[in-house]
């Protein structure tokens, strides 16, 4: 198996933590869910997932984003996308996330 060129990184989006991702989102990246568990250690109930450079996501992607959002709604806090293209727009309106996972 060949390791993917994801790159995983903390910052902010308009004041909210954000986990932003960059390259192929193709892997269940285990830096994510650290940097998930740390933004809400803090306290804090709202994360940003930054997609600034995506190239595509796969399942494996969705899955990841899936294993967030039930982490942050067991604290009644809210997961949302923002910077998406519209091919990984689409994909997230066909995969109907979009109803849980607002883009911004």
Do not use: H, W
């Not at 804090?44 to 969705?62: A, Q, R």
């Amino acid at each position: 198996m060949t390791k993917s060129n994801l790159v995983v990184k903390k910052g902010m989006y308009q004041g909210v933590d954000s986990i932003c991702v960059v390259g192929p989102f193709d892997s269940m990246d285990e830096q994510i869910d650290i940097l998930a568990d740390n933004i809400l250690a803090q306290g804090k109930k709202d994360i940003v997932f930054n997609f600034i450079e995506i190239v595509y996501m796969t399942s494996s992607g969705i899955a990841a984003i899936i294993k967030v959002l039930r982490k942050v709604q067991r604290v009644k806090g809210r997961v949302f996308i923002a910077n998406i293209t519209q091919d990984m727009y689409n994909l997230i309106v066909n995969s109907n996330l979009d109803r849980y996972l607002p883009v911004i």
